[in-house]
């Protein structure tokens, strides 16, 4: 262990809790505890931290405040966004097969809602992905038929890291809306984005990308976890999920988590402050890891294409290594980070992302994927790089040789 | 930590890691669904009865902190055995012998099971 430090390279499952972000939090417990939704005195005061957790949030999206509603996370925003959306438009257009469009490599809070929606007759195409782990616009273009109604891809890959291209799927879209508009045809493509793993480093404006709807979550920004929000344009038409009350609008009822809420409006005034110097400083340390990474370690395969993806992430597979041994060597360092391997998994299953881009099972066994954080310093990747090598030449050396 | 102590020992420091240059018998299985694959080196003699018995045995495991465990312990629990007695080693011997095993994890203790007799019964057949 270095210094007997833990060093935590996962900010992909999740981030430590700014300070400044649990101090904004900590009165919206046991102080002031009121319900958002009443309308004495003590709702009213938990109500203005919902209001300006709200604003800060709509600043940081550039979308209007009213247009930001409050859920328990990204998989519920997610659910909202496809199943709200789909069902909204299935009831406007009864009769008529709708088709939906989404990719290969969405995390599970899109892939199975979407499955869910092809069990019900929707037409649904996964779109797949280069060995860059991105979709092709081309691609994209030739999926689009006339009565598309719905797409969603997300801005950025969770276990490699890849960048969509979602301005420009947007602006594709853009066109055909305003194509259709002249062409009498009523349907019109609503696009929504995942941008869980987007927010920390890229534009997530919802005019810059050109998205109807987008999902983000509190604790991949440093943020607690159990909050997220579901963007969603004024005039898109979608239907709640989640009944029993009039909260957000009647999209998603439940009272309001104003702690969580107080906290998530403070972590994405803190991202968006520190956007710039933190992904300089991310980029480095990762770009010196996966460079001394190749140097000191034969045979490893770089996953993550680094000129298109954000600077968090280096997905590589130590091949002729096993991943979940790998990561349980490494945990037993105090280092913390995750694998794509089967042998992690609760179905057994290498990872369908990894797989998407065609690296093969074996070697997809073999793969760890480091996300790097704002609080990693250089003598953390240095103390990492002197225990990884002897590691994994330990683990090669064990198996059998085929 | 998913794993037990005894697992973790196992898989920090694994015994009777390496291969047999000679070996009586080897037994290789592999598991597509995991991806693990595991060998077993077998070195047979015979004891003052004359029963035959197993006088050293290595592994060599490329799978997960669970495989690699398994096959250690395996391989400590069969050395010195009589090939009948070996034979009768069960997977649930080994998951009690490892302080138990995350239930995803137990087809992992099956497949050292089934390279071991392999081994034996690829030596049994050609030495009767």
């Known amino acids: 262990m270095y210094k007997n430090k833990t060093i935590y390279l996962d900010h992909s499952a999740t981030t430590p809790v700014d300070k400044a972000v649990l101090k904004a939090m900590l009165p919206y417990f046991s102080r002031i505890y009121g319900n958002p939704s009443s309308i004495h005195n003590f709702g009213q005061t938990a109500s203005i931290a919902v209001s300006r957790a709200r604003k800060n949030i709509a600043e940081f999206l550039n979308c209007e405040a009213k247009e930001i509603i409050f859920t328990s996370g990204a998989t519920e925003a997610d659910n909202l966004a496809v199943f709200g959306v789909v069902n909204a438009l299935s009831k406007s257009n009864q009769g008529k097969k709708l088709h939906v469009i989404t990719s290969a490599i969405e995390h599970p809070a899109v892939l199975e809602p979407f499955r869910k929606l092809e069990e019900e007759g929707i037409e649904v195409t996964y779109l797949p992905v280069g060995k860059n782990g991105a979709v092709n616009l081309e691609t994209f273009k030739k999926a689009l038929k006339n009565n598309t109604v719905f797409v969603s891809i997300m801005y950025v890959n969770s276990e490699v890291g890849s960048i969509q291209p979602i301005r420009e799927i947007g602006e594709i879209i853009k066109k055909i809306n305003q194509d259709r508009a002249g062409e009498n045809n009523k349907n019109k493509i609503y696009f929504h984005t995942d941008a869980v793993q987007a927010l920390n480093f890229l534009n997530c404006g919802v005019k810059y990308l050109g998205v109807d709807l987008l999902s983000l979550s509190g604790h991949k920004i440093y943020g607690p976890k159990g909050v997220g929000v579901l963007a969603v344009k004024a005039g898109t038409p979608i239907s709640g999920v989640q009944l029993g009350g009039h909260h957000e609008n009647n999209l998603r009822s439940g009272t309001l988590n104003v702690p969580g809420i107080a906290g998530l409006g403070e972590a994405i005034k803190i991202c968006g402050k520190n956007k710039e110097k933190n992904n300089r400083n991310i980029l480095k340390l990762r770009n010196e890891f996966v460079a001394r990474a190749r140097r000191l370690i034969p045979e490893i395969i770089i996953n993550t294409d680094i000129k298109n993806s954000t600077p968090s992430h280096a997905n590589i597979s130590f091949v002729g290594a096993e991943g979940e041994a790998i990561l349980i060597a490494l945990d037993l360092e105090g280092i913390a980070v995750s694998t794509g391997s089967a042998c992690a998994s609760a179905s057994l299953k290498a990872s369908p992302v990894l797989k998407a881009m065609g690296v093969k099972d074996e070697i997809a066994h073999s793969t760890i994927r480091f996300t790097f954080g704002r609080n990693n310093t250089k003598a953390e990747i240095g103390a990492v790089l002197k225990i990884l090598p002897p590691l994994i030449k330990k683990l090669r050396r064990m198996a059998p040789k085929l | ?128």
Do not use: W
Not at chain 2, 19 to 46: H, P, R, T
């Open chain 2, 1 to 128: 930590m998913q794993y037990s102590k005894k697992v973790i020992e196992h898989f920090r420091n694994p015994h009777n890691q390496g291969l047999i240059k000679n070996a009586d018998a080897i037994g290789q299985v592999g598991n597509l669904s995991c991806g693990d694959i595991m060998k077993i080196y077998l070195k047979i003699s015979e004891n003052k009865k004359g029963e035959e018995i197993i006088k050293d045995i290595k592994f060599e495991t490329l799978g997960c902190a669970a495989a690699i465990s398994v096959s250690s312990a395996l391989t400590v629990m069969a050395k010195g055995k009589t090939l009948v007695e070996a034979m009768e080693i069960t997977k649930d011997q080994i998951v009690k012998n490892l302080g138990g095993l995350p239930p995803v994890k137990v087809h992992c203790s099956m497949l050292g099971v089934e390279a071991l007799h392999q081994a034996i019964e690829k030596y049994n057949k050609s030495h009767n």
